[in-house]
Antibody
Framework: QVQLQESGPGLVKPSETLSLTCTVS????????WSWIRQPPGKGLEWIGYIYSTGSTNYNPSLKSRVTMSVDTSRNQFSLQLGSVTAADTAVYYCVREDGGGIDYWGQGTLVTVSS | QSVLTQPPSVSGAPGQRVTISCTGSSSNIGAGYDVHWYQHHPGTAPKLLIYGNSNRPSGVPDRFSDSKSGTSASLAITGLQSEDEADYYCQSYDSRLSGSVFGGGTKLTVL
């Protein structure tokens, strides 16, 4: 059974960088596309971007200037960095697996609050 | 504002049939890209309900079905049950954005 687990600070100060890591178990990260999705409080889902095991990335144009994703195949992990955060970046962040047939595995989600 | 448009809410009585629409454009649904549907109970992770050409993952009952026409797609739920009360999202690929796009979500209330 594939499992994904997000980890990282739950509180980030405005203008700083949000950093999250997703640890994948039950499957090799060397296959599939691995993405980040977020959901601000009371709002819908937003796709942040994906990374492939080769390091190839694709980001949501609305966040592209602030987003960096990386992958560590030796640890079966991938990461998200979102810079210059504001209160609008407060959300539940999910790491997920996309295989072309939708998102079949989700992490439990982690709430990140941007506040001083 | 979401790239894919869904009604904010729908409702139905137990046993009834409801549909949830998802309207896109020529760069996503209209371009022939697959539409996927998710069920989301607040406080839990969303669950893949239907993917690709009307495929259901193992364990999803056949009460859930979808259809697609032109730049729109629809999710149909028959024999409504109380546990179907949740938020539902559609997802597709957009060639202009070169990435995934979601609908704004629809809250289903079972009366």
């Amino acid at each position: 059974q594939v499992q994904l687990q997000e980890s990282g600070p739950g509180l980030v100060k405005p203008s700083e960088t949000l950093s999250l890591t997703c640890t994948v178990s039950g499957d090799s990260i060397s296959l599939y596309y691995w993405s980040w999705i977020r959901q601000p409080p009371g709002k819908g889902l937003e796709w942040i971007g994906y990374i492939y095991s080769t390091g190839s990335t694709n980001y949501n144009p609305s966040l592209k200037s602030r987003v960096t994703m990386s992958v560590d195949t030796s640890r079966n992990q991938f990461s998200l960095q979102l810079g210059s955060v504001t209160a609008a970046d407060t959300a539940v962040y999910y790491c997920v697996r996309e295989d072309g047939g939708g998102i079949d595995y989700w992490g439990q989600g982690t709430l990140v609050t941007v506040s001083s | 504002q979401s790239v894919l448009t869904q009604p904010p809410s729908v409702s139905g009585a137990p046993g009834q049939r409801v549909t949830i629409s998802c309207t896109g454009s020529s760069s996503n649904i209209g371009a022939g890209y697959d539409v996927h549907w998710y069920q989301h109970h607040p406080g839990t992770a969303p669950k893949l309900l239907i993917y690709g050409n009307s495929n259901r993952p193992s364990g999803v009952p056949d009460r859930f079905s979808d259809s697609k026409s032109g730049t729109s797609a629809s999710l149909a739920i028959t024999g409504l049950q109380s546990e179907d009360e949740a938020d539902y999202y559609c997802q597709s690929y957009d060639s202009r954005l070169s990435g995934s796009v979601f609908g704004g979500g629809t809250k289903l209330t079972v009366l």
